[in-house]
């Protein structure tokens, strides 16, 4: 009776044990998604494991309003390198405008197991270095005195080359208009009439 209770006791762990064995991986779905910037690259990166097999699981993934995937899978979603599951990379060349990813993962198991995310923003372009202009100097007012015209003969500095015979020639007088006899027969009438007033006053006297 004792063996018959330990062997129903073995039966139903071995069937719970199954039981747990079976519903862990329905229950362990695990999304896993990223975006970063790579070399002025939008990067983004995603891996799905552990999902309800059947082919029925979808997954959606847009950059902006761009689809990049929309498509089904079964257990686990990405890139087997050897025995390890890798995430599937999508690099955006186009880093000059900001990029908006989408993750959308529909369990067929489920609804409790649908994984949704945005990525946003991205934008890995570098900013541009704006550069200053210059500062222009505003221009100076020319003088409105005007320059005294210089004079296009310049003075000769040499001496006049002297007469033949060793001397140089005195300039002559310069002509004042008066001539000396004039001047002589004024003094001499000047003189006659003095002479004259005087013979007439005596003979006033003595009359």
């Known amino acids: 009776m004792a063996s018959r209770v330990l062997g129903a006791f073995a039966v139903a762990a071995t069937a719970t044990i199954a039981s747990l064995a079976l519903a862990t991986p329905a229950s362990a779905h695990t999304p896993v998604s990223s975006a970063e910037c790579v070399k002025d690259k939008a990067v983004l990166k995603v891996k799905l494991t552990q999902y309800a097999g059947g082919n029925k699981n979808t997954v959606l993934i847009k950059d902006n309003d ?6 089904t899978f079964s257990e686990n979603w990405g890139v087997q390198v050897g025995n390890k599951l890798e995430p599937k990379t999508f690099e955006v060349a186009d880093s000059t405008v900001k990029h908006v990813f989408y993750v959308k993962v529909t369990a067929s198991d489920g609804s409790r197991y649908n994984y949704e995310k945005t990525h946003d923003p991205l934008t890995c372009a570098k900013p541009v270095e704006t550069t200053k202009p210059s500062e222009t100097k505003p221009a ?3 003088s409105s005195v005007p320059e005294a015209p210089s004079s296009s003969v310049a003075p000769s500095s040499t001496p006049a080359a002297p007469a ?3 001397s140089t020639p005195e300039p ?16 001499l009438g ?5 002479a004259g ?3 007439f006053l005596r003979r006033r006297r003595t009359a």
């Open 164 to 166: 033949p015979g060793g």
């Open 197 to 199: 007033t005087l013979l």
């Open 172 to 187: 002559p007088l310069a002509a004042t208009g008066a001539s000396p006899m004039w001047l002589l027969l004024s003094g």
């Open 66 to 71: 761009k689809v990049l995937v929309d498509e």
């Open 140 to 142: 100076v007012p020319s």
């Open 190 to 194: 000047l003189v006659g009439a003095g």
